[in-house]
């Protein structure tokens, strides 16, 4: 029985000096990119996290100094991903010294697409609503987690119908919008005024003293990282309290993973959302009540699958506001942009 539950696979890796650049599965997300334009059809074909494939890109252009693939701007025409100059070579090469061992790129068939496709900050409540969603309308929604900036880039390539965000700009005090604006996407995205959360610094025991000086007692904290609202909020905060020592930064890839590190004692700290830090029992330091914004590009703005979530979140507004941690605003899934 075990004989025939057996699978043999040779992996060929593709080296530069000394570090491997490609190995069968970058050579095969590659392949797919070029294929179909786009890393989300891709990492659904490998059936590996949207997030690992770009991670696999973003470690092999670290390697070389240079771009192998090409992000274009999503509107009437599509957007997309499309291998660079470099990537083509790259898996070119790669592919004709499979060949030359008997091997090639095995063919797979193309997923089933998603109804909703939702891309950027990561929050315990909208997975909970998404699940509530899916039960409901019978539809299935994709829900990665890249970062506020990363759901920005997923807007622009147009591989997300909805972007979830909360990046907060000190000079004006707002959320989203300064971002949006600067960019230079205010004509291409609406974006929608989110439920409000509560981000806390939240420990196993209780702590006294300033902020400042209680942050500047921790070796390192737990939190969600680079290109993430939270990291952007932690460094304001570091600026503004004049943080002379600051911890350093353990990535965390959800505000769940964050606050479970600190119960069983593997962090001492975490910046994490208020429902994380109540579920798992800690003690906690109220930083900033901030805005989780709903974007949505103009031209799916009116895709049925898009207005039937964003119905279904606004019936939720009961539900939303018995959440701990969480609230709606007057203006809850009001146009802001």
Known sequence: MIDEEVEYEVDLKLKFRGKTILNLQSARLLYYIMKYGSILTASRILNIPYSKAWGIIDRIEK??????????????????????SLGRRLLDAYLSKLKSIGLTISATTLPKEPDIVIIGSDDTLLRMLIGKFADSSSKHVEYHVLGSLGGILHIVIGDADIVVAHMYDPDSGEYNVPFIKRVGLE????????????????????????????ISSVGSIAMRGVGSGTYMLMDHIFKTHKVKHKPKIISMKTHHDAAVAVANGTMDCCVTIEYEAITNGLEYIPLKREYFDFIVARDKINYENVTLFLEFLRSMTETINNTPGYSTPQNFLHTIL
Not at 63 to 84: A, F, H, N, P, Q
Not at 207 to 214: E, M, N, Q, T, V
């Open 187 to 214: 004509d291409t995205v609406h974006i929608l005024r989110g439920y409000i959360r509560n981000i806390v610094l939240a420990f196993k025991d209780k702590k006294h003293g300033s902020l400042r000086d209680i």
């Open 63 to 84: 390697m070389l100094g240079e771009k192998i693939v090409s992000r274009t701007r999503g509107g009437s025409s599509g957007g997309g991903t499309t291998l660079m």
